[in-house]
């Protein structure tokens, strides 16, 4: 069975950061395009973060363009998120999916995120 297992959030003033980090085990890791993705109450989910399968090439959504940064090991079948400067806007429950980065068929029950002010 596919399955994201994330870890790393918590409580941050604004200005600090944290790591993220998706734990994938079920499938090949590097034959889809794995994403961040994120959803505070009363808001739509928000595709925040992806690396695609093939080149690893990258997508930020405009919000976070030079503070988060996406990677992954493939050999540990694992994703990462390197969130900086973070502000109280990104507070939300982040999890992490695939097989692209619009739809998160697969995905974890991911982790909550809170940046005081």
């Known amino acids: 069975e596919a399955q994201f297992v994330e870890s790393g959030g918590g409580l941050v003033q604004a200005g600090g950061s944290l790591r993220l980090s998706c734990a994938a085990s079920?499938?090949?890791?590097?034959?889809?395009?794995i994403g961040w993705f994120r959803q505070a109450p009363g808001k739509e989910r928000e595709g925040v973060s992806c690396?695609?399968?093939?080149?690893?090439?990258?997508y930020y959504a405009d919000s976070v363009k030079g503070r988060f940064t996406i990677s992954k090991d493939s050999a540990k079948n694992t994703l990462y998120l390197q969130m900086n400067n973070l502000q109280p806007e990104d507070t939300a429950v982040y999890f992490c999916?695939?097989?692209?980065?619009?739809?998160?068929?697969?995905r974890g029950q991911g982790t909550q995120v809170t940046v005081s002010s």
């Open positions: 999916g695939a097989p692209n980065c619009d739809v998160p068929l697969i």
């Open positions: 079920g499938f090949i890791f590097d034959d889809y395009d």
């Open positions: 690396i695609s399968r093939s080149i690893g090439s990258t």
